[in-house]
């Protein structure tokens, strides 16, 4: 789920807050007992993570790739149309209804006031986000591709693969242009639409209407120019890229090149380590202390 999904879901667990948890259950394995009698104080993302807050602790819910939840309150249920899958990670039972959670990665914060710890200025979805200041990190990555970057938690947070692939096609930028040579107007208006985006994808998700909205991601034909969509793994984060070569202006030189999702998999399995630590450097900016985020 992407930053947007998050903001919603915050919005829909909004009946939870003020209420005692009766009981609980689920495969994590970091001592959810301890959630048993606890009283939720708060419910808020920050992007890609949904926090809740207890009195003394909260927990943080990253639901990576593929986690996603639902939610009864009064017998209703109040989010969306998310598939499932597995054993539930975790299921917190309420006076009022039931929140379900599965393959999502649970964290615990150790504060009272785990909003204190997040820098709300990276958050895409945030009454803070600060484009200035996004800029200036974007500009300290002058050799990776800008797809890449788009993916940065530090810098973007809550921005996943749909919102990548959307900005860059109506912003009209091929996927494996490098920092360096885009203009600081084009990064300002990639950056600005960044935002744009995120908050229209929150009012499409709202009606359902999202899917049928996108005009790049997944698609097969151009809505411009009716050219065929290539889809490409590439980058170092080897997440894939669908867009336009015409309207995207996508190099030549690029699309010669032999298709690289197998093989930028399997470089990315390769480097995994140094990635793994050059990427921890990074979160370091975006957040400020304990809680790291990620993709
Ligand atoms: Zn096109």
Known sequence: MEGPSIHLASEQLQPFVGVTIGSVSGNSKIGIERL????????FAW???????????????HFMLWGT???TVDGESVTGDYRRSGPPRLVMNFPNGEITIWSASLRWIDVPDARAEY??????MADGWNP???????????HEEIADVLLDQAIFAGVGNIIKN?????????????????SPKSLRAIIADAQAFSHRFLELRRVFALRKNLEIYRKSLCPVCGGKVIRRNHGQRARRSF????????????????????RARRASA???PLRASKARGRRAVGLRSGTRGSS
């Not at 820098?119 to 895409?124: H, L, T």
């Not at 867009?243 to 032999?258: I, T």
């Open 119 to 124: 820098d709300f200025s990276a958050d895409i």
């Open 132 to 142: 200035r200041a996004a800029l200036k990190k974007v500009h300290a990555f002058p």
């Open 47 to 61: 992007g890609k993570h949904l926090v809740f807050q207890f009195e003394s602790f909260a927990l943080r819910v």
């Open 270 to 272: 390769a480097s995994r």
């Open 69 to 71: 939840f639902a939610a």
């Open 166 to 182: 959307e900005v860059l096609f109506r912003t009209r930028t091929s996927p494996f242009l490098k920092v360096e040579k885009l």
């Open 243 to 262: 867009f336009c070569p015409r309207c995207q202006k996508v190099a030549k030189s690029v699309l010669s090149a032999s298709p690289s999702g197998v």
């Open 36 to 43: 048993h009698g606890q009283t939720i104080k708060d419910i």
